[in-house]
């Protein structure tokens, strides 16, 4: 989550065997029109996107998406919200590769018209917001290296797509994520962008869910991290809230160590109507401003 609202990150992964996927013109043009997105002649998401190019991934770059893979579900098949599984296991999130975009689409766009998009770097929270209120989540194409298989700071497609897009199949949760990219559209309040920032940080990245009667994990940042997400659920250092939008929105975070406060869903029709209620409220908002 960058500059304080989300995702991707303006550095390149110094490192990475692939990051020429991602430095060519194509990319730098798509990266500029994301910087200036929202400015006059700049007003077409879809020209922040790029091509998967999937030939450029390596063999080590295979070989680390599988020691990832495996090394977290062995964790998660006990310990993620069913829903994420039940995802993962509908759009085919396999052990043996590195997902081709247009694979995982084929399965999710009849499902909830959802599309996971590639794109060369860190979005901008206007951009993003745009590609969230279209049904479509701003990917980023490259795989951290491997010496760095423990931590990257900067999301990569293990983040993205492991951790992110198995929930996009669910329909109440990828009705959510589209109405939080309508809603922060809606406003260009200081104050409102860092209470939208924080609602991401502790629902879509580090949330928790009760299912069954045991805490499970939902939010991509707990998914995709080995540490992290034993951590949420097994440490006493960490304060488990219940939800309540309001308290969420007025709580602080840092990005650079683990979680001490989390907020934990009943359901994830909870977040939806929270959204909801919290879209409708802007939008009036807005409306009363524009008057």
Same mark, same amino acid.
């Given at each position: ?17 692939? *990051? ?17 997105f ?10 922040c ?5 999937? /030939?450029?991934?390596? !063999?080590?770059?295979? /070989? ?6 495996d ?8 310990? !993620? ?60 194409? $490259? ?22 897009v ?23 309040d200081?104050? /409102? ?15 928790l ?7 499970? $994990? ?7 991290s080995?540490?992290?997400?034993? *951590? ?21 975070? /840092? ?8 907020? $934990? ?23 009363? $401003?524009?008057a």
């Amino acid at each position: 989550m960058a500059d304080g609202s989300h995702h991707k990150s303006a550095q390149k992964f110094a490192g990475s065997l692939n *990051h020429a996927m991602i430095d060519d013109a194509s990319a730098d043009t798509a990266q500029n029109y994301a910087n200036n997105f929202g400015k006059p002649g700049f007003d077409d998401i879809t020209n922040c996107y790029i091509d998967q190019r999937y /030939e450029g991934y390596t !063999a080590e770059n295979q /070989e680390t998406w599988q020691i990832l893979f495996d090394r977290q579900m062995a964790f998660l098949k006990d310990n !993620a919200s069913q829903t994420y599984l039940t995802g993962a296991e509908i759009i085919n999130l396999r052990r043996d590769r590195v997902p081709p975009l247009a694979d995982i689409n084929a399965r999710l766009w009849p499902l909830t018209k959802w599309q996971s998009r590639a794109v060369p770097g860190y979005l901008p929270p206007k951009a993003f917001f745009a590609c969230l209120a279209r049904r479509e989540f701003p990917t980023t194409i $490259v795989i951290r290296p491997k010496e760095s298989i423990d931590y990257l700071p900067e999301p990569d497609i293990f983040h993205d797509i492991f951790g992110h897009v198995p929930l996009h199949a669910d329909a109440t949760f990828a009705d959510f994520l589209q109405t939080y990219g309508r809603a922060a559209l809606t406003t260009s309040d200081p104050a /409102e962008t860092e209470r939208l920032a924080r609602l991401f940080w502790f629902t879509v990245e580090f949330g928790l869910i009760r299912e069954g009667g045991r805490l499970k $994990v939902y939010g991509s940042g707990l998914i995709s991290s080995p540490g992290e997400s034993r *951590h949420s659920l097994e440490s006493d250092k960490v304060e488990r809230r219940p939800f309540d939008l309001d308290r969420v929105c007025d709580t602080s975070f /840092e990005i650079d160590h683990y979680q001490p406060i989390l907020y $934990v869903l009943d359901s994830f029709e909870q977040l939806r109507d929270a959204m909801n209620t919290y879209a409708e409220r802007l939008l009036a908002k807005t409306k009363r $401003v524009a008057a």
